[in-house]
């Protein structure tokens, strides 16, 4: 029962290296997304993605890139680095929930970002 | 547009004592509204969520939360607090027919001896 799998748990960068963030799940979740956790402003979301092929844009988009090719993965892209990018990231999947709204998230353990 | 305000972004209580956390929304239309809790570098695992119907949800752990429309909040509770209860948590709310999740900025409970 491996759920949801972040790679790697933590990474250094310097200004302007690019690189990506992997998310795998196995229970088959339609729904993925990624959020950035900053200190004093909860989880802001990034992009998400509803089903195989289909992406849309979050709170935070700008300088990540992501794709959805399978059910399972959904990885994140930084294309140049900055500092402010220093975050923890955090993968989830979920279900749908009733009527279409949010079902219940299941998260990754995070991956530690430091750009320098 | 959704948002959540948490009231508190540090709450201390004894151990034993009442444990209260404050959520307040705005959501143009009825909201699902949820309550996670984060352990120390984990990532974050569902408390409660109240979707229709009864507006007292019982959670894990002995939390509770009550939705209350006309104050558009939905403040979380546990009668005993217990040393295991120190974490961060973070309420959330959603739209019907909307895959969006929108946090609240955190409030992080610290549980004295």
């Known amino acids: 029962n491996a759920g949801v799998t972040q790679t790697p748990k933590f990474q250094v960068l310097k200004t302007g290296q690019s690189m990506t963030l992997q998310c795998a799940q196995d229970?088959?979740?339609?729904?993925m997304s990624w959020y950035r956790q900053d200190p004093g402003m909860g989880l802001r979301l990034i992009h998400y993605?509803?089903?195989?092929?289909?992406?849309d844009q979050g709170e935070v988009p700008n300088g990540y890139n992501v794709s959805r090719s399978t059910t399972e993965d959904f990885p994140l892209r930084l294309l140049s680095a900055a500092p402010s990018q220093t975050s923890v990231y955090f993968c989830?999947?979920?279900?749908?929930?009733?009527?279409?709204?949010?079902?219940?998230?299941?998260f990754g353990e995070g991956s530690r970002l430091t750009v320098l | 547009a959704q948002s959540v305000t948490q009231l508190g972004s540090h709450v201390s209580v004894s151990e034993g004592a009442l444990v209260l956390l404050r959520c307040n929304y705005s959501?143009?239309?009825?909201?699902?509204l949820f309550w996670y809790v984060q352990y120390p570098n984990q990532g974050l695992q569902l408390l409660l969520k109240?979707?229709?119907?009864?507006?007292l949800v019982k959670g894990i752990n002995g939390f509770e939360a009550e939705f209350k429309k006309s104050e558009t909040s939905f403040h979380l509770t546990k009668p005993s607090a217990h040393m295991s209860d120190a974490a961060e948590y973070f309420c959330?709310?959603?739209?019907?027919?909307?895959?969006?999740?929108?946090f609240g900025q955190g409030t992080r409970l610290t549980i004295n001896p």
């Open positions: 989830a999947s979920n279900r749908p929930g009733l009527a279409g709204g949010s079902g219940e998230l299941f």
């Open positions: 229970m088959n979740h339609e729904y």
């Open positions: 993605s509803v089903g195989a092929g289909i992406t």
């Open positions: 959501s143009s239309v009825p909201p699902y």
């Open positions: 109240y979707t229709t119907g009864a507006t």
């Open positions: 959330a709310v959603s739209e019907q027919g909307a895959q969006k999740l929108v």
